[in-house]
């Protein structure tokens, strides 16, 4: 079993990631041993996000550190999951990479493509970005529809990210957009990311962002082209008092696949709709056992590589120029 301690106990990994490592622990592949945070309070505060509640009761034994130095050299450390502002990431993930441990970032990997870049010259196949729907039984099962081919050729395909102002960062520091990107890079993210991933990269792309009332980009409204079809994602962050929404219809030659509040459901041509069976498995919890996996297999990983989550920031990049051109297609 590794052992595993987490660098910001905020309240992404509350929520997200300690559930997973519970999860784990109970299979006997890591035990979370140590947590890292620059304010004591954390270790007992429970937050509110906009996908779950975090709940800091009943974590077990975990020894809780606020000198980062003193727990690295206190604690027999395999994994170190990096749950920080986007704005540390680079610093923090080359710092633990080049001290030998097996890295899990969050997303999104940087604030810039040259960063990730020197992220990925660093990694030496132990570095992981949490790009989490590629973990998720319901975008996997889109990923697979695409690739088999049952019901033919995508003909377009939507997304949707909708969420409350993240008001709960560490010093406000989501909707500041030189620490965070805004929306745009933050939260869209997951949505450009999860479409590469099923379909690709795209031949051109195009993009109209704004809202700065509550932050730069706090709104994103993006087009990527492909041969013969286009996929369209929204990511807002700008919702006040709304709930947090995450979606996606997916149209091909013979049927129509959407998903709404976690739930897929088919619409063929031909037949009755069906909602097919999927794991209910915690796709945080399944991002990492995949890097634990393949780490203790001594495999290659192939579902979520950091030179991809590199392209899906250079990806954000090209997007925001064509925001700033006022929407122009720009090659990528």
Known sequence: MLNAAVIGFGGIFK???????KTLEEKGKVKLVAAYDISEAAFT??????????????YGDIRFYTDLEEMLQKE?????????????HKQYAIDMLD??????CEKPMALSFEDCQEMVAASNGKLMIGQCLRFSPEYLYAKQLVTEGAYGKPTSASFRRLSPTPAWGFENWFVDAKRSGGALLDLHIHDLDIARFIFGEPKKVSCISGGKQVS????????????????????RWDQVNMPFIADFRLSFEKANVVCTDGKVTVYPYEGEAFSPELSGDSMYMKEIEYLIDIFVKGEQNVQNPPESAAQSIRLVETLRQSSREHGATLDF
């Open 45 to 58: 505060k429970d937050v509110e996000l906009n996908i779950a509640t975090s709940d800091v009761s009943g």
């Open 76 to 88: 027999d450390i395999d994994l170190i999951d990096i749950c920080i502002p986007t704005y540390l």
């Open 15 to 21: 929520g997200s990631h300690l559930p997973g490592y």
């Open 99 to 104: 001290r030998g441990y097996l890295v899990l």
């Open 216 to 235: 730069e980009d706090a709104f994103a409204y993006s087009t990527l082209y492909y041969d013969d079809f286009a996929v369209f994602a929204e990511g």
